[in-house]
């Protein structure tokens, strides 16, 4: 594997993913992965730029980073690019009445939305709230339109809580895709959008940032496609198989605690990461910043 200075030559940015990278969802909380919270500290030292990526759907944006805070991290709602509030811009701009087919959680992020003779879907990590019922509403609502239009906060497969995998939105998105013969308009990863808003957000170009994340998909291969260099993370809901995806290599594997050999563990459980991530064999250019 190539070394840190031209894999990561450059560098001004990281967008870090927030579910499986700094901490591990849990009911009503969350545990954080070993080592993130220094890992952040020290990357917020440096002359790095840092932004956090979430696809987070089942809390709304103040919940979350009341949550991250309350753990340790140090993160404001500033720094996060979030789903939620870009489906309401979206939503005004282009006049739609959404049908909600979301968590308890996020309902607040829509209390100034008309959600009167729906006019499209959106759905999110409705959790519990994926019953029959749900599901079938949200597929009545776009088989009566001329011009069916769903969004999804997201895409994802599945993620990591406390408890194990859980399934995701994208997997719900799949069946009304499939019953409704359409496409998803997808806020948040993979979405090229996304991550060029994030970008716009932090001043930087894509050549100029890297993707820390555990979704080999969403976060490394929506990252890459966008021209950004991405690091997969070992934890969360990341799996060995990872490593030999069909169509995504990660341009780096970042290592478990312990293992301080080349590009290979994770920003989450090795608490070296940010002082890593500074050195001057990591980010080439940016040799003079200090953790």
């Known amino acids: 594997m190539a070394a840190w200075g031209q894999r990561l030559a450059g560098v001004r940015g990281v967008l870090l993913d927030i579910s499986g990278v700094l901490f591990d969802g849990a ?53 996060v690019t979030a789903p939620a509030p870009a489906t309401c811009l979206i939503l005004k701009e282009r006049g739609l ?24 879907v959106v759905i ?13 509403k949200a597929f009545q609502v776009l088989m009566e339109l001329e011009n069916p239009v769903l969004i999804s906060l997201g895409k994802g497969r599945y993620y990591k809580e406390t408890s194990g995998l859980m399934l995701d939105v994208g997997a719900y998105v799949k069946a009304l ?3 409704c013969g359409i496409e ?23 050549h100029q940032a890297v993707m820390i994340g555990d979704d080999i998909v969403g976060d490394v291969g929506g990252a890459q496609q966008c021209g950004m260099r991405a690091l997969q993370v070992r934890t969360g809901k990341f799996r060995p198989s990872d ?17 301080r050999e080349g590009v290979q563990g994770t920003a989450g459980a090795d608490p070296c990461f940010g002082q ?10 940016v040799s003079g910043c200090c953790c």
Not at 124 to 136: H, K, L, P, R, V
Not at 191 to 197: A, G, I, L, N, Q
Not at 243 to 259: I, Q, R, Y
Request: charged residues 25%.
């Open 184 to 206: 998803a308009e997808v806020v948040g990863k993979p979405s090229p959008e996304y991550f060029k808003s994030a970008l716009q957000e932090m001043g930087l170009e894509a």
């Open 177 to 179: 895709e499939y019953a």
């Open 276 to 285: 890593r991530m500074c050195h001057p064999r990591a980010v080439g250019s």
């Open 97 to 120: 009445r959404p049908y909600l087919l979301i968590h308890d959680g996020i309902r607040s992020e829509f209390d100034q939305i008309d959600t009167s003779n729906p006019n499209c």
């Open 124 to 136: 999110a990590d409705a959790g519990e709230s994926f019953s029959y019922q749900n599901m079938n």
């Open 27 to 79: 009911e009503g909380s969350g545990v954080p992965i070993a080592g993130s919270v220094e890992a952040v500290a020290r990357l917020k030292r440096s002359r790095l730029k840092v932004r956090f990526c979430t696809n987070e759907s089942q809390k709304s944006l103040g919940d979350l980073v009341r949550l991250l805070q309350q753990l340790g991290f140090d993160i404001s709602e500033g720094e």
């Open 243 to 259: 490593e030999h995806h069909p169509e995504v290599k990660a341009d780096g594997l970042l290592p478990m605690s312990g293992d």
